[in-house]
């Protein structure tokens, strides 16, 4: 794992999610790429202004379903037709009414584990650091009642001088140099 | 810029309520295409008058296309009931064409007419009204012995008399609270106080009262309505599950009418400003909820009757499996569940206003074959044996019900111009108006 050193990035505090989204808007509009916004809820127009990718959640989910259906179903038709075939009541052995129940158990099994890991999985999560936390009002505000914007330094754009001089054009609270 | 500014007002803070709130003069035109739908496919349906086969099946085709508006005004009271008691943004949004639709209940009031003066051609039960004239149609073979001793058993709820009484009460009880509903809805626009918190909670509390009792009170009669006048149609069988059925098919109906009405009409406005994204994507996830609760019972019930095969019960399955019925089946598992499940998975079709005009209608159209594999097969010579040839009449299943519910729609069209399309006095409408994603 490559051993990170230096300056992380630049973040700006607000007191409102607007400007949070203006100085957003604008930091992409002014060419920026790697930059992450904070706040202690939801703000769905930030993702906006970032143009958030979507996730592959969705389809994991999807994909983990068909699997869950197709492994439910399978096994039932396994079981039942050559596995340990069983006389019911002189049904067929491929009763396909009757493992439709499992099937469905196993689809939603399957969709659930899918999405809750696939999320785990493209999301990075557990993480145990971040540089962020280094900066004392992120620490204090992040959860609370603070809105932050950071635009790290791997951006081709990113100038310690020149970004941290775009940022207090937004007026913010204050603009923290965050080292990893 | 400054901290001062809070984002309330400027390109993110809330729209202005539309000065014209009245229902845009389209609808007009689209309430002639449904006069000119009506004419035309009236007109059609005479052909059927000529013969014998075509009668009877004009008869069922109208039945049919009767309760497709019964579930339409029913599942509308069903769910501006819920929509009072639950709240939400989605159901204020939608609160004016389901008041529309419920309006149209004294029209199926007279559309049942014909049904009630016809029955002895449709129900067992009505051709033999009594025990000793059951007894005497057995004698003669015209019905088996089961017909004849479960029809005598059921006389107390299965009898012209019975369904004349019952059918009054479940009318009278409908028109009641859509009366009440409707007109209390009026008021509370013209409200003197309109806009303060005591007259929000006033009229909160007063439809709450209403509604919550009478949503328990509606499912129990609409069940007992779709017994007596659907099931009933096999007499020998039973399904405690059948009014629930037909309670959820008139949920997926409604939402799939509703989300479409609201659709057409967000191009122009006032719509156009209080239709968000949101709302429709809500009431897209609720129809999505709708579609898997169908199947969940339809399948239940059939899966019950299949472990059970028993002879009382399983016919029913038969008649609507063997000799041709499956291809309905097959096409109203595809249509009515498999399409619809698959096409609202997505977030983003439900959320787009275009896609979601196609669905909503292809939702619609999935009801017409599920109550056609419903009605046709209760019939001797349907039952188990779907055939075209020497049986033109069975066409009347798509003339007739197209026409009955263009009249339907015509009158709900008119209902919906009679209203301003959106209510006032009520705490949502200032939240319709706020940005998409409030800050």
């Known amino acids: 794992m490559p051993v990170y050193e230096g300056v992380y990035g630049l973040i700006a505090e607000f007191n409102t999610p607007t400007e949070l989204v203006n100085a957003t808007k604008a930091a992409h509009n002014a060419g920026y790429r790697r930059m992450e916004c904070y706040t202690p809820y939801p703000v769905e127009e930030a993702a906006e202004a970032l143009h958030f990718h979507k996730t592959g959640v969705p389809l994991m989910c999807l994909l983990g379903g068909i699997m869950g259906l197709i492994t439910g179903y399978g096994m039932e038709i396994w079981v039942n037709v050559w596995g340990y075939p069983l006389n019911i009541a002189g049904r067929p052995l491929f009763s396909w009414p009757a493992f439709v129940i499992p099937g469905y158990e196993w689809t939603i099994l399957f969709a659930g584990l899918s999405a809750a890991f696939g999320m785990l999985a493209q999301n990075g999560l557990p993480q145990l650091y971040h540089p962020l936390f280094n900066a004392a009002n992120f620490r204090d505000g992040a959860t609370t009642d603070k809105f932050f914007l950071c635009l790290e330094a791997h951006d081709p754009k990113f100038s310690v001088t020149e970004t941290r001089v775009f940022l207090e054009g937004f007026s913010p609270v204050s603009v923290v140099e965050v080292d990893h | ?439």
């Open chain 2, 1 to 439: 810029m400054t901290h001062g500014n809070s984002g309330h007002h400027g390109p993110n803070g809330p729209k202005q309520l539309p000065s014209v709130l009245a229902t845009p003069a389209v609808v007009g035109a689209w309430r002639t295409r449904a006069a000119i739908v009506a004419v035309v496919f009236g007109l059609l349906s005479l052909v059927f008058l000529g013969s014998h086969e075509g009668r009877n099946h004009l008869l069922r085709a109208y039945l049919m296309g009767y309760m497709t508006c019964f579930n339409f005004c029913g599942g509308a009271l069903a769910f501006l009931m819920v929509q009072y008691v639950s709240g939400g943004k989605w159901g204020q949004i939608l609160r004016r064409p389901l008041e529309a639709m419920t309006r149209t209940w004294w029209l199926l009031v007279v559309l049942f007419l014909p049904v009630l003066f016809l029955m002895k051609h449709l129900y067992v039960w009505a051709a033999f009204p009594n025990k000793s004239a059951l007894l005497n149609a057995y004698h003669q073979g015209l019905i088996t012995h089961e017909q004849q001793l479960t029809a005598a058993s059921k006389l107390t709820m299965l009898s012209p008399t019975s369904a004349v009484v019952e059918f009054f009460i479940v009318f009278a009880f409908m028109g009641l609270v859509i009366t009440l509903l409707n007109r209390w809805s009026v008021q509370r626009d013209a409200d003197p106080q309109a806009g303060t918190v005591a007259s929000f909670d006033k009229w909160r509390v007063r439809f709450e009262n209403l509604s919550g009792p009478s949503i328990l009170l509606y499912v129990i009669l609409m069940s007992m309505f779709v017994i007596v006048f659907v099931k009933s149609l096999d007499v020998t069988w039973y399904s405690s599950v059948y009014g629930l059925q037909f309670l959820v098919a008139q949920g997926y109906a409604v939402l799939a009418l509703g989300i479409l009405t609201l659709i057409l009409l967000s191009r122009y406005e006032p719509m156009k400003t209080m239709f968000r994204t949101t709302e429709q994507h809500d009431m897209g996830k609720l129809a999505f909820a709708f579609v898997m609760l169908n199947i969940y019972l339809t399948f239940a019930e059939f899966l019950i009757i299949w472990s059970g095969n028993l002879p009382d019960e399983i016919p029913w399955y038969l008649h609507r499996i063997h000799g041709g019925w499956w291809y309905i089946c097959t096409a109203d598992v595809i249509c009515h569940w498999v399409i619809p499940f698959c096409i609202l998975l997505s977030r983003d079709i439900k959320r787009s206003k275009s896609k979601m005009i196609w669905v909503t209608a292809f939702m619609i159209f999935a009801r017409f074959i599920d109550m056609f594999w419903l009605i046709e097969p209760n019939f001797n010579d349907a039952a188990g044996n779907l055939h075209l040839a020497g049986n033109f009449g069975i066409l009347a299943y798509v003339t007739v019900p197209i026409a009955v519910v263009a009249v339907w729609v015509f009158f709900y069209l008119t209902e919906l111009m009679k209203r301003p399309l959106i209510n006032v006095n009520d705490p949502h409408t200032e939240e319709l108006l706020e940005p998409e994603h409030a800050h």
